[in-house]
């Protein structure tokens, strides 16, 4: 989420004198730009992280088990609170039912308050019981889709009880075999299942509609698509809105396209943020594809100077959705953190003005030199200042490791066995 726009007078900057300030501070001069107005744009910057990056997870093939790994839903919240207090920008964590089942919620939410923390989105989980072969509320059976329904429908609840606004939908279904069942049918199940579930949110409250071309079926997929996820929320009315998983695209395919156009059509609800190679990888947000990241949160940052779109883009959700198989979770949670704030400063970088006169008199390499030149730009000083200014460590990652908390938390929880539904995802 990014915080209402407020208008900041000028502040004292207190960047320290040293040579990459100064260059800091030309570069932002040069662009008309001044520090106060881009460290509050830093600053409203809200990164949601996810209960599920903390534990053991990882791929098809192993699961590692990771020592001082959160265990229980519990320790994946005091996680994303630790993230939250080294980095100054993860106020939330989304949960995910039913990995992050409780008895009672309103403890969990207390709990979170304590972390310092709000519980975001909760994420139904339509793809890990036996009863969804077929699919869940496309599935051809009457019985299965009741389950699957009621399962969101508690989700709706869950949500309502924690005071979350989202309700963030992913779905397994598809079909692994031309003619294995009717896709117009499956269409229909689905924007039946979806309006009972969106008639059953609060004003207030949002359904977000994620799409995935493939995985875990292969022929077809009931939401393959932004345009279908688009034409679904159409449908349901503006509570329900479109979510961009970065890692849910064919290969090559321009994801920063897609989000401008939902931008433009106010249909973009949040974000899924990690980064792949090849498929859905969930690999930390940046580390493959920076210039990408840049790329789609520049058109966040065009986007939130204009007065007519600001609103729309202060409720965009920010959200990490990534899966740690090698690394350390809580090591990768913040990197991807820092990765995002760094491709948030370099698109409040560009130089507007610059690129649209370059635009509009048809000089195509001037236009992308801009772009280049703000991506280029060694936003490090500035995200370390902003940093210490909150009172916070420069680098977070650093911080981390030098702060003793993976030693801390590997005496307390030492090695999980990997057992469970949720270590197996
Ligand atoms: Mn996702």
Redesign the pocket.
């Given at each position: 989420m990014l915080r209402p726009r407020t208008i900041v007078r000028h502040t004292t900057p207190v960047i320290e004198r040293d040579a990459a300030a100064e260059l800091l501070r030309d570069q932002l001069s040069a662009r008309g730009l001044g520090l106060g107005d881009v460290l509050a744009e830093l600053r409203a910057l809200e990164i949601e992280t996810p209960s599920w990056g903390y534990g053991n997870s990882g791929t098809r093939f192993h699961v590692y088990p990771w020592t001082g790994a959160a265990r229980t839903v519990w320790e994946r919240v005091a996680d994303a609170g630790l993230v939250h207090r080294l980095t100054g920008a993860c106020p939330s964590v989304a949960i995910h039912i039913p990995w992050d089942r409780v008895d009672d919620y309103a403890e969990l939410h207390r709990y979170a308050e304590e972390q310092g923390l709000r519980l975001g989105a909760v994420?139904p989980n339509l793809f890990q019981d036996d009863a969804y072969r077929l699919g869940s509320v496309c599935h051809p059976d009457q019985a299965v889709r009741r389950q699957a329904r009621d399962h969101v429908l508690e989700c709706v609840e869950i949500a309502r009880a924690v005071g979350s606004r989202d309700v963030?939908l992913?779905l397994g279904d598809g079909t692994n075999y031309p003619g294995q069942d009717d896709l117009r049918a499956r269409y229909r199940r689905l924007l039946e299942a979806l309006e009972e579930i969106h008639s059953a949110l609060d004003p207030g409250m949002r359904l977000l509609v994620?799409y995935?071309f493939f995985e875990p079926a292969f022929y077809s997929t009931d939401l393959p698509d932004w345009g279908a996820s688009l034409l679904v929320c159409r449908r349901l009315g503006p509570q329900a809105q479109v979510?961009v998983?970065t890692?849910?695209h064919p290969q090559g395919t321009n994801i920063e396209q897609i989000v401008a156009i939902l931008l433009a059509e106010g249909a973009l609800g949040g974000f899924?943020f990690?980064n792949r190679k090849y498929a859905?990888d969930?690999l930390i947000v940046g580390s493959i594809e920076p210039f990408e990241l840049f790329l789609i949160l520049n058109e966040i940052a065009a986007t939130r100077r204009e007065p007519a779109t600001a609103r729309t883009v202060e409720e965009i959700a920010f959200?990490i959705?990534q899966s740690h198989n090698v690394e350390g979770k809580i090591d990768a949670m913040i990197q991807s953190v820092v990765n995002i704030q760094t491709a948030w400063a370099k698109a409040l970088l560009i130089d507007r003005d610059r690129l649209a006169e370059a635009q509009q008199a048809g000089d195509v390499l001037g236009a992308h030199r801009v772009l280049v030149d703000a991506f280029e730009t060694d936003v490090r000083p500035l995200l370390a200042h902003l940093r210490v200014e909150q009172g916070l460590a420069p680098d977070p990652v650093q911080a981390f490791r030098d702060g003793g908390h993976a030693e801390r938390l590997a005496i307390e929880r030492g090695t999980t066995a990997v057992a469970s539904a949720f270590e197996q995802r």
């Open positions: 994420n963030s992913w994620e995935k979510l998983d890692g849910h899924h990690n859905d969930d959200m959705d």
